[in-house]
């Protein structure tokens, strides 16, 4: 594999000094060589690409798609090592050569495919992680086609990311040979593509009811959301609460509710009864919260509900499933600016 590397960056020793060159600056340059791509080839070092697939939690299971897969070492080492299917896709056919010539050698041609292609006009169908080592402005090009893909999708860039959509998960490792970007360092970054949730949603706790006997069937969440962030609001009649640690993380919601607020507000509130026995409030009652989580299955969101003591104290009941109906979707994708 090594052999047929070093043939191929003799002969391009030329335009690689080049690029190298116009690299120093704070990140890649914007004219590629041969004039045909957006950026000129810069291999992500090894061990910045193990990392890569590592944090991606790559499996046999993974469609893996590096967008411009230069010599083809990521798509290489995600079927090699990872067991993955993997498609690599550039422009430059030297480079897309070479990374055919390497899956070969290493036997996983059946496997690593690459294609000639504009990586924005690539099918990103099918994949279940995306990677990339491109320019900034490059990424904010591509971020909405990014957003679009199946909840739970994972991206993975070497050095740079989707400007305010911020990373699930970041690495910063020492790479002493590297002389491009940040010079001795490279910063790897996940994003799982979070699901849409944003919307009104009628919400069924009848379930809870076993534990909580005050606490109304039917509610109303409202929630707000920017990329995995979103904010709410629980409603039950004229109680109305702020939800507390509400977040997407790929396909699952989670939020929580303070119990004691919520016991004291529905107490005061004129047409509700008093939500749980007092003998039982000393168990659910201030230093509790009710915890949800669950998933979207088209205009439902479903999962479990417990009430646990707060700051991730015990959980002192049992889980209850709980659901909510869409009631006015904001069918517009995660917003963007
Ligand atoms: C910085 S290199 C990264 C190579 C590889 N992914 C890695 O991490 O080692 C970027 C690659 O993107 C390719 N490229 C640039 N613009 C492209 C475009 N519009 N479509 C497809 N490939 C492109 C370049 O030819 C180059 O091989």
Same mark, same amino acid.
């Given at each position: 594999?090594?052999?047929?590397?070093?043939?191929?960056?003799?002969?391009?020793?030329?335009?690689?000094?080049?690029?190298?060159?116009?690299?120093?600056?704070?990140?890649?340059?914007?004219?590629?060589?041969?004039?045909?791509?957006?950026?000129?080839?810069?291999?992500?070092?090894?061990?910045?690409?193990?990392?890569?697939?590592?944090?991606?939690?790559?499996?046999?299971?993974?469609?893996?798609?590096?967008?411009?897969?230069?010599?083809?070492?990521?798509?290489?080492?995600?079927?090699?090592?990872?067991?993955?299917?993997?498609?690599?896709?550039?422009?430059?056919?030297?480079?897309?050569?070479?990374?055919?010539?390497?899956?070969?050698?290493?036997?996983?041609?059946?496997?690593?495919?690459?294609?000639?292609?504009?990586?924005?006009?690539?099918?990103?169908?099918?994949?279940?992680?995306?990677?990339?080592?491109?320019?900034?402005?490059?990424?904010?090009?591509?971020?909405?086609?990014?957003?679009?893909?199946?909840?739970?999708?994972?991206?993975?860039?070497?050095?740079?990311?989707?400007?305010?959509?911020?990373?699930?998960?970041?690495?910063?490792?020492?790479?002493?040979?590297?002389?491009? !970007?940040? *010079?001795? %360092? /490279?910063? +790897?970054? =996940?994003?799982?593509?979070?699901?849409?949730? &944003? $919307?009104? #949603?009628?919400?069924?706790?009848?379930?809870?009811?076993?534990?909580?006997? !005050?606490? *109304?069937? %039917? /509610?109303? +969440?409202? =929630?707000?959301?920017?990329?995995?962030?979103? &904010? $709410?609001? #629980?409603?039950?009649?004229?109680?109305?609460?702020?939800?507390?640690?509400?977040?997407?993380?790929? %396909?699952?919601?989670?939020?929580?509710?303070?119990?004691?607020?919520?016991?004291?507000?529905?107490?005061?509130?004129?047409?509700?009864?008093?939500?749980?026995?007092?003998?039982?409030?000393?168990?659910?009652?201030?230093?509790?919260?009710?915890?949800?989580?669950?998933?979207?299955?088209?205009?439902?969101?479903?999962?479990?509900?417990?009430?646990?003591?707060?700051?991730?104290?015990?959980?002192?009941?049992?889980?209850?499933?709980?659901?909510?109906?869409?009631?006015?979707?904001?069918?517009?994708?995660?917003?963007?600016?």
């Amino acid at each position: 594999m090594y052999g047929v590397e070093i043939r191929y960056l003799l002969r391009r020793l030329p335009t690689l000094a080049l690029g190298l060159v116009a690299c120093l600056g704070a990140c890649l340059p914007a004219a590629a060589q041969e004039g045909k791509g957006d950026v000129v080839y810069v291999p992500t070092p090894q061990i910045v690409v193990d990392s890569m697939l590592n944090m991606a939690k790559l499996g046999p299971q993974d469609y893996l798609i590096d967008l411009g897969s230069g010599d083809g070492r990521v798509v290489v080492t995600a079927t090699k090592n990872y067991g993955a299917r993997a498609l690599g896709v550039d422009l430059d056919q030297q480079l897309l050569q070479l990374a055919r010539e390497t899956a070969r050698l290493s036997g996983v041609s059946e496997r690593a495919r690459f294609v000639e292609q504009n990586l924005f006009e690539t099918d990103l169908s099918g994949a279940t992680v995306i990677t990339s080592y491109l320019l900034p402005s490059m990424n904010l090009k591509l971020r909405p086609k990014l957003l679009a893909l199946p909840p739970g999708t994972r991206i993975v860039t070497h050095d740079y990311h989707f400007g305010d959509w911020i990373p699930d998960e970041r690495k910063t490792l020492d790479v002493p040979e590297k002389k491009v !970007g940040d *010079p001795g %360092k /490279s910063y +790897v970054y =996940l994003w799982v593509v979070p699901e849409q949730v &944003e $919307g009104n #949603w009628q919400l069924d706790l009848t379930q809870l009811q076993l534990d909580l006997p !005050g606490i *109304p069937a %039917k /509610s109303a +969440v409202q =929630l707000t959301q920017r990329f995995q962030m979103i &904010e $709410g609001q #629980w409603l039950a009649g004229s109680v109305r609460m702020a939800l507390q640690r509400a977040r997407v993380s790929g %396909k699952q919601i989670s939020f929580q509710l303070p119990l004691g607020d919520i016991l004291r507000m529905l107490s005061g509130a004129t047409q509700m009864r008093p939500a749980v026995p007092a003998a039982a409030r000393p168990v659910f009652g201030p230093q509790a919260v009710l915890e949800f989580d669950g998933r979207r299955d088209g205009n439902v969101l479903r999962g479990e509900v417990r009430i646990r003591r707060q700051d991730g104290g015990a959980v002192v009941s049992n889980a209850r499933a709980w659901s909510a109906v869409m009631v006015d979707m904001r069918l517009a994708p995660v917003r963007t600016p």
